[in-house]
């Protein structure tokens, strides 16, 4: 199965100015820039079935506490665009003993829509907690990633 991954405009900007240095905090890490090219080229090559690929956990934007009071909205609002979003591990996974690969957090998210299962589209990278959603503007623009075989985001026109 062939998939596609685009990017916003202003994710492609987060992209651009990622870190290509490992954390100081955890020099064993790798770099920011590296982790988003993992993501990228492990959903390209294998979609998102495997947990060896994606060690973080990953799930529907959808999962809103049931007692937040916009609770409606933001799952009308994560449903109409289709968020989801991924603990990728920056600066590095948090996992315990009770958390099982597949299952792991960390301090940062990756936002994307999920279209399908061979169609997404990064939009936002945020701290978390509290959880946020990207806003319309920043899922605006759908520029495609060209694989290499070092990823590496590119403008086609």
């Known amino acids: 199965m062939e998939r596609q991954l685009t990017v916003s405009y202003h994710f492609l900007k987060i992209y651009m ?11 064993s890490e790798l770099s920011d820039k590296q982790k988003f090219n993992h993501f990228i080229a492990n959903y390209l090559a294998h979609g ?39 603990h990728i591990g920056i600066p590095c996974y948090e996992a315990t003993e009770e958390c099982s690969r597949g299952d792991w957090l960390s301090a940062y998210l990756l936002n994307f ?4 299962e061979s169609k997404i589209k990064l939009v936002d990278f945020n701290s978390h907690p509290p959880f946020t959603f990207p806003s319309e503007t920043e899922l605006d623009g759908d520029e495609e990633l060209v694989p290499r075989e070092k990823p590496h985001l590119r403008v086609v026109k």
Not at 17 to 27: D, G, K, M, R
Not at 113 to 116: A, E, G, I, L, P
Request: aromatic share 14%; hydrophobic share 25%.
């Open 17 to 27: 100015n990622a870190s290509e240095q490992p954390p100081h905090c955890y020099p």
């Open 48 to 86: 998102f079935g495997d947990t060896d690929l994606f060690p973080g956990r990953m799930k529907e934007s959808t999962d809103v506490d049931k007692n937040d009071p916009k609770f409606i909205a933001k799952v009308q609002y994560a449903r109409k665009h289709h968020l989801w979003h991924y």
């Open 113 to 116: 829509q999920k279209f399908s």
